[in-house]
């Protein structure tokens, strides 16, 4: 853990949003679970709805560390772009290959889906941090969300009035639809990954990878953690105001919802800046935890995908569910404990890997 080519709160926080990802994907019974580890049913924000875009804003901050690293050491943009597509593609097919588990059936083709949105998210970041400086950066993230505000508030389709948002009948969907076959945008005919709503979440991206700039030319010191805390604050009330008029929302991925969650991916991240780096917390039980989870992420993303897969079809979750709730056990609690084994059957392989120095880099 001491690897002075790394940022451990980076690899933490990733670490860390990934477990809780895994949390919230696999409860034992959807139909029973915490408030809390629920996404909210369109508008507004649970602590879920911010786990994505936590991930999302910390393959920005990546990308700005990673890539910097390259263009010191004198790789060239050819070569980085190449190998940029080729790991974005990877990303994008093994989020296609999870859609068909277990059955398949390759007469149903649904281009979207969350590893499909990081895989476009990382190229798109990546080539703009080659290629543009951060002022272009912040411009274009201004362009972004002001043009999706509009476009979503303002314009109005044959088919739709403008200003319009709800399930299947937004701007977003309405640009989905015009493009792609609806059988190919999801099983509601509408997509929480969709293309159109790519553009914000790009958005949040970008937000990391300036994070992550200026971690590297203002280095980490308390300044340093005093303006990501006073950005972050500023974010989430700029996002609260925002959703007056703009609703914060996570399956059409509003502006407002952009600002509010980048902001608080701003505050955990100053908060774990100081914590680990500053104040040299990296030796306790929960930094180990972020740590392995967060040096295989995707890799562990797509084993928990497998693990519930194979769990169902030898009915494993049929057998502990049901038999914690036949014994009495609330099922509420007994979905916990499900997502809980989830939680654990992942960290152990992402500790298998970890102890033979074995990292995928997809």
Not at 60 to 73: C, K, M, P
Not at 101 to 128: H, M, S, W, Y
Not at 129 to 138: D, R
Not at 167 to 195: C, Q, T, Y
Request: hydrophobic fraction near 50%.
């Amino acid at each position: 853990m001491d690897n002075p080519n790394r940022i451990l709160s980076v690899d933490i926080f990733r670490g860390l949003t990934m477990s809780m990802m895994i949390l919230v994907n696999y409860p034992g019974s959807w139909d029973f679970m915490y408030p809390p580890l629920v996404h909210s049913a369109w508008n507004g924000a649970t602590p879920t709805d911010l786990i994505f875009p936590f991930f999302i804003f910390i393959v920005g901050v990546s990308v700005a560390l990673s890539y910097s690293r390259q263009i010191e050491s004198g790789k060239s943009p050819k070569e980085m772009v190449k190998k940029i597509l080729i790991r974005g593609l990877k990303i994008y097919l093994i989020g296609l290959f999870l859609h068909y588990l277990p059955e398949f059936d390759f007469t149903k083709i649904n281009l979207f889906g969350v590893l499909q949105r990081i895989a476009a998210v990382f190229v798109v970041c990546a080539l703009l941090f080659i290629y543009t400086n951060w002022k272009t950066q912040l411009y274009i993230i201004g362009s972004i969300l002001l043009g999706y505000w509009i476009t979503m508030s303002f314009v109005s389709t044959d088919t739709l009035i403008a200003g319009t948002i709800e399930p299947g009948g937004n701007f977003a969907f309405w640009v989905d639809r015009l493009i792609f076959p609806i059988d190919m945008i999801g099983k509601h005919g509408w997509s929480a990954e969709g293309f159109y709503s790519t553009f914000p979440a790009v958005a949040t991206g970008m937000t990391g990878m300036l994070a992550g700039r200026l971690i590297l030319t203002r280095k980490i010191n308390e300044n340093t953690v005093i303006l990501f805390f006073i950005a972050g604050i500023c974010c989430i009330l700029a996002g609260s105001v925002w959703n007056w008029q703009f609703p914060i929302n996570k399956k059409i991925w509003t502006s407002s919802y952009v600002l509010y969650t980048s902001g608080w991916a701003l505050v955990v991240l100053a908060l774990s800046l100081y914590t680990i780096d500053l104040r040299g917390y990296k030796n306790n039980l929960l930094a180990r935890y972020g740590v392995i989870f967060g040096s295989n992420a995707i890799a562990i993303y797509v084993m928990a995908d497998i693990f519930e897969t194979t769990y169902k079809y030898t009915h494993i979750h049929d057998f502990v569910y049901g038999g914690l709730t036949n014994l009495g056990m609330a099922e509420v609690n007994a979905s916990l404990i499900w997502s809980l084994i989830s939680v654990v059957s992942c960290f152990l392989v992402a500790l298998i890997l970890y102890r033979k120095k074995l990292f995928f880099k997809l």
